[in-house]
């Protein structure tokens, strides 16, 4: 493995690759936006006449606004264009579709950038990650709770329904801030707005059938890719006087090497090593990244089955360096009994 110190100067090397085309960025809005919207209303219109059927629309269209969230994510990094006023207002539209308040989730997202890999720094924007220690500590009712947190049925599935339609109405963790309520309360204003003819043209029931599922389907699509980022095998983790930025973006975050089609619609955000490093580099820039810097590819490489295998992987031990299952904690500790 490439380990940080042997690309020391990276960081320096790759703010080269930060400045946006405003052209490009314009263009890749319009080939998001507008096959989103066309889905989006032929499948309204569809379960309006009657043919239900027309929900099968809302898969592909889940699909554009997980690439429609990735550039609202380039916005929140000051990354899609040069004008801070430009990227504010586009993350603040996108945020509306996403159900995402841009600006309270653009602050959660930046401490996560600070902390991430952190162990004496597990604060928000992250996956809750227990240590095995932790984890053995904790009473029979908070092992239960954390093992349901863990359990893929609830963080891809229930999870991301709870976070984007429920806990996105209030900002958690800043309640003291005022800037983070206008956040939310903007957002739910023009969530409003945007139901509001949905009821007009299809009803309650193209709310429930095509908003709703358009919506959730792009939240379980993005805590997936979220979570696969930084939980997998050979994931970096360090306690805050041993932590290293660089180490954490190249060994903390992965390569989630993607198929091309796979690649497009989730805007390069597999690159996320790179992305950790420079937060900057619009996302259509980042294979380029790769292309002139090849030595970069097998950094925290993932690959798609890797990817499905690594949501087995729950408590980080400390004693291994290493994440680990329930199964395998479970294994070891007649282990450390013995030895203790």
Known sequence: MILSDELRGLRERLTAYQRPSHRRSILEIVITAL?????????????REGWWWGVVLTLPAAAFLVRLFMIQHDCGHAAFFRSPTANAW???????????PYGYWRRTHAIHHATSGNLDRRELGAVETLTV????????LGRLGYRLYRNPL????LGPGYMFVLQHRLPIGLMREAPAWRSVIANSLGLALIILPQLLLGGVKGVLLVHLPIVLGAASIGV????VQHQFEGAYWARNETWKAQDAALLGSSHL??????????ANIGVHHVHHVVSKIPFYRLPQVLNDHPELKAVSRVTLWQAFKAVRLALWDEAAGRLVSFREERQARPVMLAAA
């Not at 096959?35 to 379960?47: D, N």
């Not at 220690?133 to 029979?140: D, L, P």
């Not at 609830?154 to 599935?157: K, L, Y």
């Not at 198929?259 to 619609?265: E, N, S």
């Open 35 to 47: 096959p989103l919207f066309a889905l989006w209303a032929a499948a309204l219109w569809m379960v």
């Open 90 to 100: 586009t993350g603040r539209l996108i945020g509306v579709l996403t159900m995402t």
């Open 133 to 140: 220690e932790e984890y053995r500590a904790k009473g029979w």
């Open 154 to 157: 609830v963080m891809f599935g």
């Open 224 to 227: 997936w890719l979220f979570y």
């Open 257 to 266: 090497d993607l198929p091309p089609v796979l690649r497009w619609f989730t």
